[in-house]
């Protein structure tokens, strides 16, 4: 339950709606108590004080009805300046940072200030009256005097607002962004795989007694391990997840297996439900106890309609790797912007240079139990990061020198032979590609001079 609310909550995080939400229902709530407030003690009590506002009840309602109309007309505007910015980011940089600009803290803000002020003017309004036969004048003083303070509020958050949009749609704040949140996503990964044991031997053979498959479509979002881990430890199985986050499956995809020891009771499985050998009931019973467990096992499998940066590290990286490719396309022709991703690939990589691809397991306290996972690591990470990038990159000169000495920078971090094989497969295939290119024979030296650290390099 719980990692289906962490779940749920970071894919709400992001969206616009939760902090506007949450403002215009505060703002309703404080225009109800400082309107109790004016009529309880202040007029009842006939006091009144110089800064609070002095008007009638038509000033009132002017003053209102100007603020309340003022700051629609503004959320408009800031709206229509928000789309504008995600239909630069999606066809400059990548469809795949949009989440980014519409879980950016400050257009929700600024968009909550706007909308929150219209609901609090609203509201105060429907109570400022004037004199008739059943009943006296009354303007909320405090209330009001808190609307016109909003409205000044309203004006310093359009001007943050245009500082913000105009710094938002910037190359190096958007390639900053995305590469904050893979940073993140690789320290939880990190913390991830500490909570677990690398794989080097099982304690005994094993056995695989049934197969779980997903019975829906979509992107794998996130995996309960924790719970994956409790039914391992109920049935005294070992479970072993097939698939990552991010991986995209079909009705029938096996996501995962149960295994079990040579020493362990065989339990209900398939061998199990054969009615000449437990009855008619007893098969019953025994298929009615594998679909629990079965259904059990899918429900930790987080499915969406797309991927999400709540654990895909694989993602973050797309992420970056994707501005560069965008930056090299004919259409934008940005080598800079794709140098710069490149520099930013290798920060995030220099922090996975421990992290290696295996199988690590979820262990009960008797290590008897478990859940087994497959993680991706450093070689996997460089792929994602630089394969397309060395690709589409091949026929600029400068692009591909910066992205060799990137790949020999990364090697002098470690001596581990782990690190340095996939090092100079990645240096090998970008002078392979540039060899297909039309260079000229001078930036066809500079280049391969730019990989002999990578040597042999086929001549």
Same mark, same amino acid.
């Given at each position: 339950?719980?990692?289906? #609310?962490?779940?749920?909550?970071?894919?709400?995080?992001?969206?616009?709606?939760?902090?506007?939400?949450?403002?215009?229902?505060?703002?309703?709530?404080?225009?109800?108590?400082?309107?109790? #407030?004016?009529?309880? +003690?202040?007029?009842?009590?006939?006091?009144?004080?110089?800064?609070?506002?002095?008007?009638?009840?038509? *000033?009132?309602?002017?003053?209102?009805?100007?603020?309340?109309?003022?700051?629609?007309?503004?959320?408009?505007?800031?709206?229509?300046?928000?789309?504008?910015?995600?239909?630069?980011?999606? @066809?400059?940089?990548?469809?795949?940072?949009?989440?980014?600009?519409?879980?950016?803290?400050?257009?929700?803000?600024?968009?909550?200030?706007?909308?929150?002020?219209?609901?609090?003017?609203?509201?105060?309004?429907?109570?400022?009256?004037?004199?008739?036969?059943?009943?006296?004048?009354?303007?909320?003083?405090?209330?009001?005097?808190? @609307?016109?303070?909003?409205?000044?509020?309203?004006?310093?958050?359009?001007?943050?607002?245009?500082?913000?949009?105009?710094?938002?749609?910037?190359?190096?704040?958007?390639?900053?962004?995305?590469?904050?949140?893979?940073? *993140?996503?690789?320290? *939880?990964?990190?913390?991830?795989?500490?909570?677990?044991?690398?794989?080097?031997?099982?304690?005994?053979? #094993?056995?695989?007694?049934?197969?779980?498959?997903?019975?829906?479509?979509?992107?794998?979002?996130?995996?309960?391990?924790?719970?994956?881990?409790?039914?391992?430890?109920?049935?005294?199985?070992?479970?072993?997840?097939?698939?990552?986050? =991010?991986?995209?499956?079909?009705?029938?995809?096996?996501?995962?297996?149960?295994?079990?020891?040579?020493?362990?009771?065989? =339990?209900?499985?398939?061998?199990?439900?054969?009615? $000449?050998?437990?009855?008619?009931?007893?098969?019953?019973?025994?298929?009615?106890?594998?679909?629990?467990?079965?259904?059990?096992?899918?429900? /930790?499998?987080?499915?969406?309609?797309?991927?999400?940066?709540?654990?895909?590290?694989?993602?973050?990286?797309?992420?970056?790797?994707?501005?560069?490719?965008?930056?090299?396309?004919?259409?934008?022709?940005?080598?800079?912007?794709?140098?710069?991703?490149?520099?930013?690939?290798?920060?995030?990589?220099?922090?996975?240079?421990?992290?290696?691809?295996?199988?690590? +397991?979820?262990?009960?306290?008797?290590?008897?139990?478990?859940?087994?996972?497959?993680? $991706?690591?450093?070689?996997?990470?460089?792929?994602?990061?630089?394969?397309?990038?060395?690709?589409?990159?091949?026929?600029?000169?400068?692009?591909?020198?910066?992205? #060799?000495?990137?790949?020999?920078?990364?090697?002098?971090?470690? $001596?581990?032979?782990?690190?340095?094989?996939?090092? %100079?497969?990645?240096?090998?295939?970008?002078?392979?590609?540039?060899?297909?290119?039309?260079?000229?024979?001078?930036?066809? +030296?500079?280049? %391969?001079?730019? /990989?002999?650290? /990578?040597?042999?390099?086929?001549?």
């Amino acid at each position: 339950m719980q990692a289906r #609310l962490s779940s749920w909550w970071f894919s709400v995080r992001d969206t616009l709606w939760p902090i506007p939400a949450a403002m215009t229902a505060s703002a309703v709530v404080l225009a109800l108590l400082l309107v109790q #407030l004016d009529q309880q +003690v202040l007029v009842n009590n006939g006091e009144h004080r110089w800064w609070l506002f002095s008007g009638g009840a038509a *000033g009132a309602r002017g003053v209102l009805s100007t603020i309340a109309a003022t700051s629609m007309a503004i959320a408009t505007t800031a709206f229509s300046i928000t789309i504008v910015a995600l239909q630069l980011g999606s @066809s400059q940089f990548s469809p795949r940072i949009l989440r980014g600009f519409t879980g950016d803290r400050g257009n929700q803000v600024v968009l909550g200030i706007f909308v929150a002020t219209f609901a609090y003017s609203l509201v105060v309004l429907r109570v400022v009256r004037t004199e008739t036969e059943d009943q006296r004048t009354f303007v909320p003083g405090t209330a009001v005097t808190v @609307s016109i303070a909003l409205a000044f509020v309203m004006v310093g958050a359009l001007i943050y607002f245009f500082h913000h949009a105009t710094r938002s749609i910037q190359a190096p704040v958007i390639i900053e962004r995305a590469v904050r949140d893979t940073r *993140g996503l690789i320290e *939880g990964e990190r913390s991830r795989r500490d909570s677990m044991t690398p794989m080097t031997a099982l304690p005994e053979p #094993l056995q695989e007694t049934e197969r779980i498959a997903a019975n829906s479509a979509g992107h794998i979002q996130n995996i309960d391990i924790q719970m994956l881990t409790q039914v391992a430890c109920e049935q005294g199985r070992i479970i072993r997840v097939l698939l990552e986050e =991010g991986d995209y499956v079909l009705p029938e995809t096996v996501l995962a297996s149960i295994w079990k020891t040579d020493s362990q009771e065989d =339990g209900c499985t398939l061998e199990d439900e054969a009615v $000449d050998t437990v009855g008619e009931q007893g098969a019953q019973e025994c298929r009615a106890k594998r679909e629990q467990r079965a259904s059990t096992v899918r429900s /930790a499998f987080f499915l969406g309609p797309e991927r999400t940066m709540e654990h895909d590290v694989d993602l973050g990286f797309r992420q970056v790797s994707d501005i560069a490719l965008k930056a090299l396309s004919p259409g934008i022709n940005d080598p800079t912007t794709a140098i710069s991703c490149i520099d930013r690939l290798a920060e995030l990589l220099d922090l996975t240079l421990e992290m290696r691809t295996g199988t690590y +397991v979820s262990w009960d306290d008797e290590e008897r139990t478990g859940v087994m996972i497959e993680f $991706d690591g450093f070689d996997v990470y460089l792929r994602i990061a630089f394969d397309q990038i060395r690709h589409y990159g091949a026929g600029d000169v400068t692009v591909m020198m910066h992205l #060799l000495e990137t790949l020999e920078e990364l090697g002098r971090t470690s $001596d581990d032979p782990a690190i340095r094989r996939p090092l %100079v497969a990645m240096a090998e295939l970008a002078v392979d590609e540039t060899r297909l290119q039309s260079l000229p024979e001078a930036d066809r +030296v500079r280049i %391969v001079t730019a /990989a002999r650290w /990578a040597m042999p390099i086929r001549a």
